[in-house]
């Protein structure tokens, strides 16, 4: 501790004061008790750290006075404002009892000076020192209360990271671990919710401006988070604004039930999929079908070479010509003028290339349940599932 004021003091004045800790302490301890934190009986743990507290202050002050020194000490200040932190309490009541405390002190030791005719420059510099040194005590106790509230944030951080992750875990995680962990996390499992799973390079940025009471977690390159109250007033239009605001790439899952967010999880991951890197929200709800072809690539791959079979033996150009009219004709439900139209070619021409279809897929052409399936592989060459 640099040099302060109390070290100026003569030393004798610790000698004269020192008789008088005991009675000073209680009168202390009864100011405080007007304070509503502190107004229960002084018992126990609670009381006997108020009064080791109080007692240790009255020492080490007029300990520093009679060396004209720093003199070593516990820790016993930021301990208290670590206290205060973990009893639910704000500093200020803390504070409040020092500054009690030390008037309380001032007109005890002011009194005691003037009977033993203590010169009143030597009473100034006393009350000076006493007040700097509950300033030099509350800085510590500010100190450790803000180190108790860091480390609290840290943990609660902690709680929610790993609750993130046994919500979305697969095979799902056991209902009462999932409740416990929330307990701990100061996290009330809503009724509803979705995941976003976010990528890019703005992604944590994202994550950090979503609605402030989803949790987030990193899972490699994606970021996941999860949104309670997804379907709510606003809260669509803020994971927008979020993804936008960072030029993020997003996947939103569906709304479920909290027990089910692994699924939602799946399907924000198969959005995000779909984004291919773009800056933007994609909505698994509006994208199901998209959604739905992607969920097996192979076994989709699969279907789209053994339905478009038939034009696997053309030259490279004969193929994309007679694969771009077969999906003008099914979707102009074989109606030769729209499908020449929509080419961009004579009907002549449209209808030698119609003609030329038929001879590969034959009875396919006029086969309902063979054009869906003609059109779904269509949908996925183009799609190119991955």
């Not at 107004?39 to 004209?68: N, Q, T």
């Not at 500010?142 to 108790?148: P, V, W």
């Not at 009875?363 to 996925?380: G, K, M, N, T």
């Amino acid at each position: 501790m640099a040099k302060q004021p109390w070290h100026e003091l003569p030393p004798e004045i610790a000698g004269l004061l020192r008789p008088w800790l005991p009675q000073l302490a209680d009168e202390m301890i009864e100011a405080v008790r007007g304070i509503p934190a502190y107004s229960r009986p002084m018992e126990g743990p609670f009381g006997k750290g108020v009064r080791a507290g109080v007692e240790a202050a009255l020492r080490h002050f007029l300990a520093e006075i009679e060396e004209s020194g720093a003199v070593a000490r516990d820790d016993v200040y930021r301990v208290l404002g670590r206290g205060e932190m973990r009893a639910g309490r704000s500093l200020d009541a803390l504070l409040s009892a020092y500054r009690i405390g030390a008037r309380v002190a001032w007109r005890r030791f002011a009194a005691i000076g003037v009977e033993h005719g203590v010169p009143p420059g030597t009473l100034y510099r006393l009350a000076e020192s006493l007040f700097a040194y509950i300033d030099v005590l509350s800085a510590e106790s500010a100190e450790g209360h803000a180190l108790e509230q860091s480390a609290a944030a840290g943990e609660l951080q902690l709680h929610r990271r790993r609750l993130v992750r046994l919500l979305v875990r697969e095979p799902p995680a056991d209902p009462e671990a999932i409740e416990a962990l929330a307990a701990e996390a100061d996290w009330p499992l809503p009724r509803a919710v979705a995941v976003v799973a976010i990528g890019g390079r703005g992604r944590a940025a994202a994550a950090s401006h979503l609605p402030a009471d989803a949790l987030a977690e990193t899972f490699g390159e994606i970021d996941c988070a999860v949104v309670p109250d997804p379907d709510g007033p606003g809260r669509r239009g803020a994971i927008e604004r979020a993804v936008a605001g960072a030029g993020a790439s997003a996947g939103l899952g569906t709304t479920v039930a909290w027990p089910e967010a692994a699924v939602s999880f799946r399907r924000a991951e198969a959005a995000l999929g779909l984004a291919a890197g773009a800056p933007g929200l994609i909505v698994a709800r509006e994208r199901v079908g998209e959604l739905l072809l992607r969920a097996d690539s192979r076994l989709a791959g699969e279907l789209a070479a053994d339905r478009l079979a038939p034009l696997a033996g053309l030259s490279a150009g004969a193929r994309a010509r007679l694969t771009e009219t077969l999906r003008a004709w099914l979707g102009e439900q074989g109606r030769l003028g729209p499908v020449a139209a929509r080419l961009g070619v004579h009907p002549q021409t449209a209808r030698y290339r119609l003609t030329r279809l038929r001879e590969l897929f034959g009875e396919a052409l006029d086969d309902p349940e063979q054009r869906f399936w003609l059109e779904l592989a269509l949908r996925l060459q183009a799609t190119g599932p991955t």
